[in-house]
């Protein structure tokens, strides 16, 4: 398994400053200078990352790495991140970062280049695909929690082999959930065929401080705060999400045509 890089810098490097496999080239001109408040901090959050995946911290360390991308985008951030991604057997958003790294640093030196082929190589081993046919446009598709776009999908996703939760949602309908085995190299297709809800109520969610975090309804994400939408009659449990936070959990009871806080 590659090492992960030890600097955020894209600038040449000295073998003690990048384990990495290759030392890093200098990217090509910015269109507008960078901010140095925001390299500093990318810098910082890069340092922090690479610690936590020191310590085998997976989950941790990719908050941070792409918390450093966002505030300041370089070639070694994007290529640890994808390496945590693989740690965390999350095969087809490892594939993805590589990707990003060939798009966004178009003039990778020839060594970065080919680990990056390699790694989208090895990985595309572990990856099966998922095809859907939901009865109703414009439906939310959710896998594992993480939206991936809205019926009709006209492509495959790729998703990592394993067991995967499918949750579809659609207002005024019931949600569609199912678990699904996808063995790497298959193809599964997803037939959902949504039913209108016969009685439900409007749930509307915010953060008391106006922040903007996810909402997970009955565990599914459905969107990010302020939200309001129509779920079925009975209990539910509304958790409220930051970035690699827990989540703030509670419990409504919703009644048929009833607006609920």
């Known amino acids: ?52 995946f020191e310590d085998g911290a997976f989950q941790l360390a990719l908050l941070e790495f792409r918390a450093s991308r966002e505030k300041f985008p370089t070639r070694a951030a994007t290529r640890n991140a994808a390496l945590v991604l693989r740690k965390l057997e999350r095969f087809d958003e490892a594939i993805e970062m590589w990707d990003t790294l060939e798009k966004e640093f178009p003039n990778l030196p020839p060594a970065e280049l080919a680990q990056s082929l390699q790694e989208k190589k090895e990985l595309s081993a572990l990856i099966g695909f998922l095809s859907f046919d939901v009865s109703e ?6 896998v594992d929690g993480r939206e991936i776009g809205k019926s009709p999908l006209t492509t495959s996703i790729r998703v990592s082999g394993g067991r995967h939760q499918i949750r579809i949602y659609k207002e005024a309908f019931v949600p569609f959930e199912k678990p699904l085995d ?46 309001e939408g129509l779920v079925a009659e009975g209990k539910h449990t509304v958790t409220l999400q930051g970035e690699g936070e827990q989540g703030q959990r509670d419990e409504h009871e919703q009644s048929g045509n009833k607006w609920n806080e």
């Open 1 to 52: 398994q590659p090492t992960p890089a030890a600097s955020t810098s894209d600038a040449p490097a000295g073998p003690a400053a990048a384990p990495s496999a290759s030392a890093p080239a200098a990217p090509p001109p910015a269109d507008k200078p960078a901010d140095p408040n925001a390299k500093a901090e990318a810098q910082a959050k890069f340092e922090k990352g690479l610690k936590l």
């Open 182 to 227: 996808v063995a790497a190299g298959a193809v599964v297709k997803v037939t959902a065929k949504l039913a209108p809800l016969a009685r439900g109520g409007r749930l509307r969610v915010t953060e008391q401080g106006g922040s903007k975090v996810k909402v997970l309804v009955d565990g599914v994400q459905t969107g990010t705060t302020p939200w």
């Open 137 to 142: 446009a414009d439906a939310s598709i959710f």
